[in-house]
């Protein structure tokens, strides 16, 4: 079946602008989760979507959000791009329950200029 | 939220077994122990799960003493591709994504 498909995959903005990301989840599950990678502070949670609400949100600021859709696929958003936020933004879907595996994309690489 | 500490990195030369042990003292009933492994510029890849004793697949094994306060990622017979990181997680996703706390990892780096 197909995996996670996350797009863009590499994007480029400048301080200030916002951005947003997309995921599709694998089909059938129903959890999609946020991840923002960077070299210093590694694999970060940002937040996690079950059946269209946030169930679970990491530490950070209120620039970053992300909705779902009824058909599971997720978007989150960055306002007022800072320099800081240049990092691999990973998404991952799982059904949400149980022991469970997540199921990467393979991220979407931001750049701020 | 269970969190895990492992080397931050090892050494190996091919074709050698590789042992990657990770410490997760307060580990809870309800947790499960899972590996992922990532290579740069893309997103982890699940490796292996377990909640006791031994589990083996196709790629590694994976080793959990009776107490479940450690456990044992095993990858015999390393190659240059298996050069990657390597994370321990412990959790379920019972109650979210977010119980799943991925650390920094082992960087494992295969020599020819």
């Known amino acids: 079946k197909a995996g996670v498909t996350q797009t863009p995959r590499y994007l480029i903005k400048t301080r200030g602008q916002q951005v947003t990301l997309s995921c599709s989840p694998i089909?059938?599950?129903?959890?999609v989760s946020w991840y923002q990678q960077t070299p210093g502070q590694g694999l970060q949670f940002l937040f996690e979507y079950f059946s269209e609400t946030q169930r679970n949100k990491g530490n950070f600021p209120g620039r970053f959000s992300g909705r779902q859709f009824s058909n599971s696929r997720s978007e989150m958003n960055v306002s007022t791009l800072e320099l800081g936020d240049s990092a691999l933004y990973l998404c991952?879907?799982?059904?949400?329950?149980?022991?469970?595996?997540?199921?990467f994309g393979e991220g979407s690489r931001l750049t701020v200029l | 939220l269970a969190k895990t500490t492992q080397p931050i990195s090892m050494d190996s030369y091919e074709g050698q077994e590789v042992n990657i042990t990770c410490s997760h003292n307060n580990i809870a009933t309800n947790d499960y122990i899972t590996w992922y492994q990532q290579f740069p510029s893309q997103g982890p890849r699940f490796i292996i799960q377990g909640y006791k004793t031994k589990v083996t697949n196709e790629v590694a094994s994976l080793f959990i003493p009776a107490d479940r306060k450690s456990s044992t990622l095993s990858l015999p017979r390393v190659s240059l591709s298996d050069t990657a990181v390597y994370y321990c997680l412990v959790g379920s996703l019972q109650t979210g994504a977010n119980n799943l706390f991925f650390g920094t990892g082992t960087r494992l780096t295969v020599i020819p």
């Open positions: 089909s059938g599950h129903r959890s």
């Open positions: 991952a879907s799982s059904r949400g329950e149980g022991t469970g595996e997540l199921f």
